[in-house]
């Protein structure tokens, strides 16, 4: 009889299927298993996404019966770090995980990347009304079946839409009441769109496109764009990337996982959210 494989090594045997970490950029992110727990559950298979690691998220991952794993979309270590301690909130919710058994595993812009991930999904209101939708960069590095995979998505529109109605559209799309906006001198209507999730100023760079979406960007990069007669979009950073938890990641994850081993249950953070809100 076979051994049973460890939760944390089923999920990385299941992210294989939706997101390579190959399509990671690895040049500065850092993907996959961040907290491999020692003395995980062997019956344990709940998983919880969630955007960030907060304190929060920690104690409602620990408030589960049967967490294995907290899959935290921002990787919650950048850096090398040179002690885990309990004074820093962040390294205290790894080692409380880490001692319940509990893994923690980051996609990061490796979901970014994959064919059906974070921007497929932002742009999804636009691709019927799209004669063309392809990826802002198309990445190297590209596995067998996920053609097509890249940073960023960039749609030409099959007739133009007026600025407001493509407000409108991203609002609810988001499910937020309001939004940033920045425009040019002349405003006109939009034939093509550019989105980034999460920070996009970079990707976004030299794209030509009439209207850019994405989460945040700095004060000069807006200014950059709206000069050369592009608008922006701006929605905050993990708004435009929390959403799709629900919507598309969740139902994924746990028919892969069940695939693997019957019993697995996908749960999305219910305290997770972005630290800006409009007041």
């Keep these: 009889m076979a051994a049973t494989r460890p939760p944390i090594q089923v999920i990385k045997r299941v992210w294989e299927r939706i997101a390579p970490l190959s399509l990671a950029d690895t040049t500065w992110d850092n993907v996959g298993v961040i907290v491999e ?23 409602e991952a620990l408030a589960l019966p049967s967490c ?10 950048f850096r090398a770090l040179k002690s885990l301690t309990l004074a820093d909130p962040l390294q205290a919710s790894l080692l409380k995980l880490s ?22 999904w932002l742009v999804e209101p636009f691709v019927p009304l799209a004669s063309s939708n392809e990826p802002v960069e198309a990445s190297e590095r590209v596995p067998p079946g996920f053609e097509g995979a890249g940073m960023g998505k960039v749609v030409g529109l099959k007739a133009p839409l007026p600025l407001d109605e493509v407000v409108q559209l991203v ?13 040019p001198a002349t405003v006109k209507p939009i034939s093509s769109i550019a989105v980034c999730a999460g920070s996009g100023g970079g990707v976004l760079r030299g794209v030509k496109a009439d209207l850019l979406i994405t989460g945040e960007m700095s004060h000069h990069e807006v200014l950059s764009f709206i000069a050369k007669g592009q608008a922006v979009i701006l929605a905050n950073h993990s708004n ?20 693997e081993e019957k019993g697995w249950e996908v749960i999305v953070s219910k305290v997770d959210a972005d630290p800006l809100r409009v007041v």
């Design 37 to 59: 727990a020692p003395f995980p559950s062997q019956d344990a298979k709940q998983v919880l996404l969630t955007i960030d690691l907060t304190p929060a998220v920690c104690a």
């Design 68 to 77: 294995s794993a907290v899959i935290a979309y921002h990787p919650p270590v």
């Design 99 to 120: 001692a319940r058994g509990i893994s923690v595993f980051s996609p990061h812009t490796s979901l970014d990347a994959t064919p059906r991930g974070i921007n497929s």
């Design 171 to 183: 609002k609810k799309h988001l499910g937020l009441a309001h939004v940033q906006l920045a425009t």
């Design 240 to 259: 435009t990337e929390r959403p799709y938890l629900a919507a598309v990641l969740r139902g994924w994850l746990e028919k892969e996982l069940n695939q």
